[in-house]
């Protein structure tokens, strides 16, 4: 009796190389495919759901920018860096480049490329006519809200994490493709920092599943003609939250609303770092143990921090005029916010070393070695960026030091 019960489970076991989740959502059908974005076998899933389940929509788990590059395997070539860097987006490229670059790792040790489910689900849905809609948040949103969540020193060990991720190279098995179905490869990452990260993981995962469900519900209970049967295809990391998120209504501007600068906050990041030298410098002056010479004191100023700017950023050898204005700037960054020295030299070295598209190209197998790491212009960018904030925070905290 046991034996004649299991068997039909069984049969539908092998159609799939994952069980497909389905529910109704006011009178449509909706279908949830859960993938491992980076297996074979989840490829031919897609296809297969499609031919099978017959829907009258077929909704994906990207946003249009995602799914446009996806489709554009040239998408870099199109890239100005330089205006990336003068609009003050070098954050967020930095983080979705190693998104990006950590999944085609995974692809490519599981023999299929990043996203390759989703670009099949589009070109199947084209074929045979049916209505693709994407449904995922704009990851620009995503990466900014994660970004404002946190402050600097958290900021610093997430990019620590994704880019020491990016080093390790192991071999993967079936076994583990298999738990790419439970947790997402993202999600895996997240879960492994510690609780003061929970924000960010409830931005990556949970509000993406609530953003999702919502435009599910606008393309089965809002839509003009409700379609009969739609279906989802994400990553197998969602399926749990979306299908809670699904029961409810989620306010999309709440889920799309970015924080913008407060003023008081940009005052006193401004001011933090003028007030605790001018309040040193009064101290040491009213306190009888130092006469306070001011122009040898700002002559110590521009030595130590010029100093100390030129010994760290040497380390990726910039080019001379990328070395320099970083070096030049490195003095007056504190007073000027606008001006720092990471901006300038990254943006100097974008501007006389532009990377090309073998540069992009390679990104991920640069990762692999050090000198290609070291080498490739993209990171090379990056680096020079981030030695050149650094340096100049060090610089800052050895002359209060030495005074």
Request: hydrophobic content about 45%; charged content about 25%.
């Amino acid at each position: 009796m046991t034996k004649k019960k299991s068997a039909p489970a069984q049969t539908a076991r092998q159609k799939y190389s994952i069980e497909l989740r389905k529910l109704k959502v006011g009178k449509t059908e909706v279908t949830l495919l859960g993938t491992a974005h980076v297996s074979r076998e989840s490829v031919a899933d897609v296809e297969l759901a499609i031919n099978r389940e017959k829907p009258d929509v077929v909704l994906v788990e990207l946003d249009e920018g995602r799914a446009k590059n996806l489709q554009d395997p040239d998408h870099w070539k199109h890239m100005d860096i330089v205006q990336v860097i003068k609009t003050g987006k070098i954050y967020l490229l930095f983080s979705s480049i190693l998104l990006s670059i950590f999944q085609k790792k995974m692809g490519d040790r599981l023999t299929s490329a990043p996203g390759a489910e989703f670009k099949k689900a589009i070109e199947v849905a084209r074929e045979k006519e049916i209505l693709c809609e994407f449904i995922d948040r704009d990851i620009r949103v995503t990466l900014k809200r994660a970004w404002q969540s946190v402050g600097f020193f958290a900021k610093m060990r997430l990019i620590a994490e994704l880019v020491a991720s990016l080093f390790i190279s192991e071999k993967m098995e079936k076994d583990d493709i298999e738990k790419l179905k439970e947790k997402d490869a993202l999600q895996t990452v997240l879960d492994a920092l510690p609780p003061s990260f929970r924000r960010i993981r409830e931005i990556v995962i949970d509000e993406r599943d609530q953003y999702m469900a919502q435009k599910i519900r606008a393309a089965t209970l809002h839509a003009k003609q409700k379609p009969k049967r739609a279906l989802v295809v994400i990553g197998a990391g969602h399926l749990r939250g979306l299908e809670e998120a699904l029961q409810s209504e989620h306010d999309l501007e709440r889920l799309n609303a970015v924080r913008k600068p407060k003023l008081v906050r940009s005052l006193i990041a401004f001011l933090a770092p003028i007030f605790i030298i001018v309040a040193i410098l009064t101290y040491i002056t009213f306190s009888g143990n130092k006469k306070i010479d001011l122009a040898s004191t700002l002559k110590t100023w521009v030595i130590i921090k010029c100093s100390v700017t030129a010994i760290i950023t040497l380390a990726w050898a910039p080019h001379f005029l990328a070395y320099l204005g970083g070096v030049i700037v490195s003095p007056v960054s504190t007073f000027l916010p606008i001006i720092k020295s990471g901006w300038v030299a990254a943006l100097v070295e974008a501007i006389f070393r532009k990377p090309e598209v073998t540069d992009f190209e390679g990104m991920a197998e640069a990762t692999t070695r050090f000198k290609s790491f070291y080498r490739n212009r993209i990171f090379r960018i990056f680096m020079i960026f981030f030695l050149g904030q650094f340096s100049s925070a060090v610089g800052y905290w050895v002359f209060i030091w030495y005074v």
